[in-house]
Nanobody
Framework: QVQLVESGGGLVQAGGSLGLSCAAS????????MGWYRQAPGKQRELVAA???????NYADSVKGRFTISRDNAKNTVYLQMNSLKPEDTAVYYC?????????????WGQGTQVTVSS
C-alpha cells in the first residue's frame, strides 16, 4: 500500500505563484512515476504534469512554460511549482503515484488540495 500526503495550495491572485508538494510512503517500486492531476468543477480530472523515477517529465500543454515538476527520490517527494497562475488553473489538485511492474501499473492518489486563482 502507498500513502500520499499533499501540502501547499491555497488562494492566490492571477499572475502569482504557488508550490505544491507530495510525500509518498509505503510500498514504492523502484520504477514509478509521480505526478499531479487536477479537477475543476464540472470537468474531468486531467494530467497537469508527471515525472518518472529517472527524471523524464510530461506536461499538459496548458501549463508548459509556467509549471515545473521535480522530485526528490531520496525523500519520495514530488513538487509542483506553479508560476504565472491563471483563473483557469483553479481546481483541486491531486497527487498521483504510479508503480510500474512489467505489464502492470498500480495507481495511488492523494486526498487533493484546493488551488484557487482569483482574477
Amino acid at each position: 500500500q502507498v500513502q500520499l500526503v499533499e501540502s501547499g495550495g491555497g488562494l492566490v491572485q492571477a499572475g502569482g505563484s504557488l508550490g505544491l508538494s507530495c510525500a509518498a510512503s509505503g510500498s514504492i517500486f523502484s520504477i514509478n512515476a509521480m505526478g499531479w492531476y487536477r479537477q475543476a468543477p464540472g470537468k474531468q480530472r486531467e494530467l497537469v504534469a508527471a515525472i518518472t523515477s529517472v527524471g523524464s517529465t510530461n506536461y499538459a500543454d496548458s501549463v508548459k512554460g509556467r509549471f515545473t515538476i521535480s522530485r526528490d527520490n531520496a525523500k519520495n517527494t514530488v513538487y509542483l511549482q506553479m508560476n504565472s497562475l491563471k483563473p483557469e488553473d483553479t481546481a483541486v489538485y491531486y497527487c498521483n503515484l504510479e508503480n510500474w511492474r512489467p505489464g502492470r501499473k498500480y495507481n495511488y492518489w492523494g486526498q487533493g488540495t484546493q488551488v484557487t486563482v482569483s482574477s
